[in-house]
């Protein structure tokens, strides 16, 4: 079936510099998008969002971007910091169900000091 | 607000025994709930959604079950636990329009032994 997957399992970057996490989706159909982070033992928490009808969004050092034509979805991450480590998901909605959202794998983020 | 919480945290339980794990909703009326269960270094599962009292979709044929006895309130069951139950189950609501954010509580680490 159609689903929501990542490019990277791990992606490790220095503290201070930025992150792209990446994110392929194949339900065309799919019009809203959601970035979030989950720390160790805990809950996946929201980060920032994006409906199919914008190309890129920003948050507190954050930004996502959605490029429709080739079905992609990253997320940019500035200025990266010790606290940014985690392990961030991509989820996509698509028809509005109630069944809710289809999940990625996630890519794993490890900030080197 | 809106607040999510699910209870217990941990627990380790033995084989063939009984399994409720509980979450409560608070600040929003009438929401989605879902139970996700993730296993370690993978995605997420839906498992259950719900989107009123007593109105639950199975997503997985499996030995649990769930019940929305009030609004607010979701709760996951066995009868008898298998090895294979282990793993962090994650609950969580959203609102009942499309392209709403699906919230997650801390989530519960189960070890079936």
């Known amino acids: 079936g159609e689903s929501v997957g990542l490019h990277l399992p791990t992606l490790s970057v220095q503290e201070g510099d930025n992150s792209i996490i990446n994110c392929a989706y194949s339900?065309?159909?799919?019009?809203?998008f959601i970035w979030y982070k989950q720390e160790s033992g805990k809950g996946p928490q929201f980060i920032i969002d994006?409906?199919?009808?914008?190309d890129k969004r920003q948050g507190q050092r954050v930004t996502v971007l959605l490029n429709k034509t080739v079905k992609h979805l990253s997320l940019q991450i500035a200025a990266t910091q010790p606290g940014d480590s985690a392990v961030y998901f991509c989820?996509?909605?698509?028809?509005?169900?109630?069944?809710?959202?289809?999940f990625g794998k996630g890519t794993h983020l490890i900030i080197q000091p | 607000s809106q607040t999510i919480h699910q209870w217990p945290a941990t627990l380790v339980q033995p084989v063939g025994s009984p399994l409720s794990l509980e979450c409560t909703v608070e600040?929003?009326?009438?929401?989605?709930l879902y139970w996700y269960r993730q296993a370690a270094g993978r995605g997420l599962q839906l498992l259950f959604y719900?989107?009123?009292?007593?109105?639950i979709s199975s997503e997985v044929p499996q030995n649990l079950s769930a019940s929305r006895p009030q609004d607010r309130q979701f709760i996951l069951s066995s009868k008898k636990l298998l090895l294979s139950d282990s793993g962090f189950y994650l609950c969580?609501?959203?609102?009942?329009?499309?392209?709403?954010?699906?919230?997650f509580g801390e989530g519960s680490w189960l070890t079936v032994v």
């Open positions: 969580a609501w959203a609102g009942t329009r499309s392209g709403n954010t699906i919230y």
């Open positions: 339900n065309s159909a799919s019009d809203y």
């Open positions: 994006i409906r199919s009808n914008m």
């Open positions: 989820a996509e909605e698509s028809g509005g169900g109630a069944d809710g959202l289809t």
């Open positions: 600040g929003t009326s009438n929401p989605n």
């Open positions: 719900s989107v009123g009292i007593g109105q």
